[in-house]
């Protein structure tokens, strides 16, 4: 099982990304997906994730109205749009099965200046 985040980079306060997170060795549409988060501080957070089924999702507040998650079960791909950035969002973003049971990927830098 592989995950491969990607997307991330330097963008202005105000800027957008699409973060896609890449899964393989696993039947993809039998997990949840979530984004989770590391800060330059080393805390973990949880931004948001998907339903396997019905393409819910759930966000907490810090990320609600500006992110949005997706998925294209085709591809074995999650997405993370992530709108309206801020400093505090700088971090290395990674994605994982919910409840949190695979092999991390490296994750992928988002980078807010402000």
């Known amino acids: 099982v592989q995950l491969v985040e990607s997307g991330g980079g330097l963008v202005q306060a105000g800027g957008s990304l699409r973060l896609s997170c890449a899964a393989s060795?696993?039947?993809?549409?039998?997990?949840?997906i979530g984004w989770i988060r590391q800060t330059p501080g080393k805390d973990y957070e949880g931004v948001g994730c998907?339903?396997?089924?019905?393409?819910?999702?759930y966000y907490p507040d810090s990320t609600r109205g500006r992110f949005t998650i997706s998925r294209d079960n085709t591809k074995n791909t999650v997405y993370l749009q992530m709108n309206n950035l801020k400093p505090g969002d700088t971090a290395v973003y990674y994605c994982?099965?919910?409840?949190?049971?695979?092999?991390w990927g490296q994750g992928t830098q988002v980078t807010v200046s402000s």
């Open positions: 060795g696993l039947t993809f549409d039998d997990y949840a």
């Open positions: 998907i339903n396997k089924n019905d393409g819910r999702t």
């Open positions: 994982n099965a919910v409840p949190v049971q695979l092999d």
